[in-house]
Structure formats: structure tokens, C-alpha cells
Antibody, heavy 120, light 110 residues
């Protein structure tokens, strides 16, 4: 059974940093691209970033480019998102997702999400 | 990247069919057959319902179907059931090697 378990969310002040992690199990992690998708409270889904299976290629939404960094450790089946210079508008539930095939937009498995709150 | 455009809400009676539209541009929906649809219940993570415009993952009822014409895609739910009441989002790969989600549609079963 595929499982994605996010951690690392919490309350942070504007301008601060936070690192999210996602532990994966139930599939061959190193074979699949992974992505982060977020959802502000009461709002819609927003794609954040994607990383290729090997980790060699990464892409970001314009809203987070230069502030967020996605990475992965295929030896530990872990996906990470380093978030710097956080803004109030970054407040959201962050979901870790598995992508079935690239570049197809089929995020076939989702974690339960971790809440990031940016507030003073 | 801009969000794809969906109607804010769609409603229908049990047994009826409803269609949700998803409008983008030639740089996303119109340029690739990589459109997917997601169902989300309140407080839950989204679930993949349709991928590659028309394909259903294993376990998704066949009353859910997808299509595309030009820069717009659609999700049709036939034989609407009470359990279909949820939020629905489309998504597409884009020419910038990014992904775009739709604005979301709340489906209400009357």
C-alpha cells in the first residue's frame, strides 16, 4: 500500500524558514517523480514544485521560485521542501504527491498534508 | 502560471448528469493530453479520478468520464449520486514544465 507521510509543518513568522519532509513507502520511490501541492485555508489547489525521479531536474511555481527548494533522498525514500523567506500568503496545507508518469499531470497518491502557518 | 478556469458550482439531482468545464490555453490544456481531474471531500486529500483526459484509474466508477476540445476539458458525472457531492479540480501540464490546477468546482447533489 502506497503511503506518503508529511511532517515539519507549524507556525513561523514572516521572513522565516521551515523544512517539510515526506516519508514514502509501498512503492519504489527512486522510480517516480514527486511533487508538492498546497491549499490555502478555504481555497483551491496550487501546484508548488516537482522533482524528477533521479533528483536531477526540479521545477517551481512562479510564486515560490527562488524561495523554496525541493530535494529528495532516494536512499531514505524521503522528499523534502526547504521554504525560506516565508510570506503570510504561503499559509496552507502542503501535500506530498507521487506522480505516476512524467510529464503527465496524474498525481496518483497524496499524503494527508501538513499545515504551515505564516503569521506574526 | 495562471489557474485554469472552472465554474464555482454545479448542481444536479440524483440520477442526472452534470458536466464541469476546465478552460485553459494552448500552453496547457490545449497543448497536451495531460489533463487530470481530482475529487476532494472537506478535510481530506484530493483523489485522482481521471488522467490523460479520458482515462479512469482502477476503482473509479465508470459514471465519471473526461473529454477535451481545444483549450477546454470537461468532466462528466453520469447518474449522479449523493456521494459525488464534493469539490472537483482539473489539472494540466504546461509548456513551462509546470503544472496548473483549476479554480475548483463545488458539486451539489440536490
Amino acid at each position: 500500500e502506497v503511503q506518503l507521510l508529511e511532517s515539519g509543518g507549524g507556525l513561523v513568522q514572516p521572513g522565516g524558514s521551515l523544512r517539510l519532509s515526506c516519508g514514502a513507502s509501498g512503492f519504489i520511490f527512486r522510480n517516480y517523480a514527486m511533487s508538492w501541492v498546497r491549499q490555502a485555508p478555504g481555497k483551491g489547489l496550487e501546484w508548488v514544485s516537482v522533482i524528477s525521479a533521479s533528483g536531477a531536474n526540479t521545477y517551481y511555481a512562479d510564486s515560490v521560485k527562488g524561495r523554496f527548494t525541493i530535494s529528495r533522498d532516494n536512499s531514505r525514500n524521503t522528499l523534502s521542501l526547504q521554504m525560506n523567506s516565508l510570506r503570510v500568503e504561503d499559509t496552507a496545507i502542503f501535500y506530498c504527491t507521487k506522480i505516476s508518469r512524467v510529464p503527465a499531470a496524474d498525481f496518483d497518491y497524496w499524503g494527508q498534508g501538513t499545515l504551515v502557518t505564516v503569521s506574526s | 502560471q495562471s489557474a485554469l478556469t472552472q465554474p464555482a458550482s454545479v448542481s444536479g439531482s440524483p440520477g442526472q448528469s452534470i458536466t464541469i468545464s476546465c478552460t485553459g490555453t494552448s500552453s496547457d490544456v490545449g497543448g497536451y493530453n495531460y489533463v487530470s481531474w481530482y475529487q476532494q471531500y472537506p478535510g481530506k486529500a484530493p483523489k485522482l479520478m481521471i488522467y490523460d483526459v479520458t482515462n479512469r484509474p482502477s476503482g473509479v466508477p465508470d459514471r465519471f468520464s473526461g473529454s477535451k476540445s481545444g483549450n477546454s476539458a470537461s468532466l462528466t458525472i453520469s447518474g449522479l449520486q449523493a456521494e459525488d457531492e464534493a469539490d472537483y479540480y482539473c489539472s494540466s501540464f504546461t509548456s513551462s514544465n509546470q503544472y496548473a490546477f483549476g479554480t475548483g468546482t463545488k458539486v451539489t447533489v440536490l
